[in-house]
Every structure is written in C-alpha cells, then in structure tokens.
C-alpha cells in the first residue's frame, strides 16, 4: 500500500533555500467570528507574533516575516529531509495549533491555514520580501480605505466606492479626511519579523578575576521593521 502514496517522494532541490508560506485559510469569516477590530486588531497581531515566534523556536528558519494572515518562512536548514509533504503539512498543523493555543477564543470552527513551498536562492531573497512588504503597504492602504468609508457608507456603498480605486487615490482620500498613514504604526504597514540578534552579556572571570564580555543569540520579534534592502538580508543570510 505504500506504493499508493504518489507524492510521498516528492522533495525539494538539494542545496538550496526555500521559503514555506501559510496563509489563512477563510480568515475573513474567522475574523467576523471573533469581532475583530477594524482595520487592525492588535490582539489579533499579538498572536500572530507568537506563532511566528514559535515557528522560528520549531523549524529554524533564517527569518520569519508576517502580515495580516500571511507569515513566510525563510529556511536553509531543510527540515523532514526535504520531503515537501512532510514540510507542508507538519508546518501548516503547527501553525494552526499554534495560533489556537495562544487566542483565548471559543471557535465556531477550528482555524487552518495553508502552505506551499518556494525554492529561492540567495539574489532572490530579497525580491521576495519586497514583494510580500509592499502588499502588507497595500492592504494597510486598503484596511482603512475601506474602514473609513463603511463609517460613512453603508456596507455595500462603501464597497462600491472603493472599488477601482488606485493606492495612491485610497492614500489621498484618507488624507483629505484627517488620516494620514505615515503616522500609523510600523507593523500596520510593513509587517512584523522574527529573526536572531546578538545580546550582550557581562560575566564575571573568576580564573582571570575581571569582567568578560560575550554575545548570545536570541529570537528577536521585531514590531518595528525597516523598508526591506539589500544590507538587511545581507545580514541575515551571510
């Protein structure tokens, strides 16, 4: 009967990086459920936070990045001998579980999430992240947008009205009405990262009888991230 398992044997390229990203699944549904604020619901991105934090405890990953319900992974240490069935749904399960046991929430239906696998290499890194920031820009612009515009409309007008709209002409709209996004906070508009820093640590050396300095690793979950460059990856992946 194993030979039925037609997948099974499917992995990913040897030597390379790959990027596992989850998104939730029916999380609009998920978020009527739970009577999340609008536009942001900072509960909400608290727990996103954790998972995130314990994905990065879990699998390893170089750098974790999240926004609204979406989070990336960053691996180069390639768990499950790189069976991409094995990755994609221990991953996905752990991801959900994960999510369920920091919410303090009665659900109405368990959440999940999806996963899908992209093989990367190094020059593309940051593309990639780029990419997935410049939405996280986008869907803030669009949050509010249609926030704003459900305080003034009803539902289905306020839909209609942003409908077509460019970015830019949301952003403006927004301005012209005493909101300007450049002064909401970071994560609202270029996501949240979970990635290693150094901390300083001072010890005393009894053999020596002087104070030693040296450096720690820890998970750092960064509320606070820069526009994606060239030097940050760099960093992160030398």
């Known amino acids: 009967m194993k030979d039925f398992e037609v997948y099974s044997s499917l992995k990913v390229p040897k030597n390379s990086k790959i990027i596992v990203r989850l998104d939730g699944r029916s999380f609009h549904k998920l978020a009527k459920d739970l009577n999340l604020i609008k536009p942001y619901d900072e509960n909400f991105y608290q727990v996103m936070s954790k998972v995130c934090n314990e994905l990065f405890k879990e699998f390893s990953p170089v750098f974790v990045y999240t926004f609204s319900d979406e989070i990336s992974l960053l691996l180069e240490r390639i768990p499950f001998d790189g069976r991409i069935e094995k990755i994609n749904s221990v991953i996905a399960s752990f991801t959900a579980s994960s999510f369920v046991l920091h919410y303090d929430a009665d659900f109405k239906k368990p959440p999940s999430f999806d996963s899908r696998i992209i093989p990367i290499s190094d020059e ?108 940050f990856f760099e960093n992160l992946i030398r």
């Open 124 to 231: 593309d890194v940051l593309k990639y992240f780029k990419w997935r920031q410049d939405e996280s820009w986008k869907n803030c612009i669009a949050s509010y947008g249609i926030s704003f515009l459900k305080s003034k409309y009803s539902n289905k007008i306020a839909n209609d009205k942003i409908n077509g709209l460019k970015s830019s002409e949301i952003h403006e709209l927004l301005y012209q009405n005493g909101i300007n996004l450049n002064d909401v906070e970071t994560y609202k508009k270029r996501g949240i990262a979970v990635y290693r820093k150094n901390k300083k640590v001072v010890g005393f050396n009894k053999k020596e009888n002087k104070e030693q300095v040296s450096y720690r690793t820890y998970a750092y979950v960064d509320w606070e991230v820069p526009k994606f460059n060239k030097e």
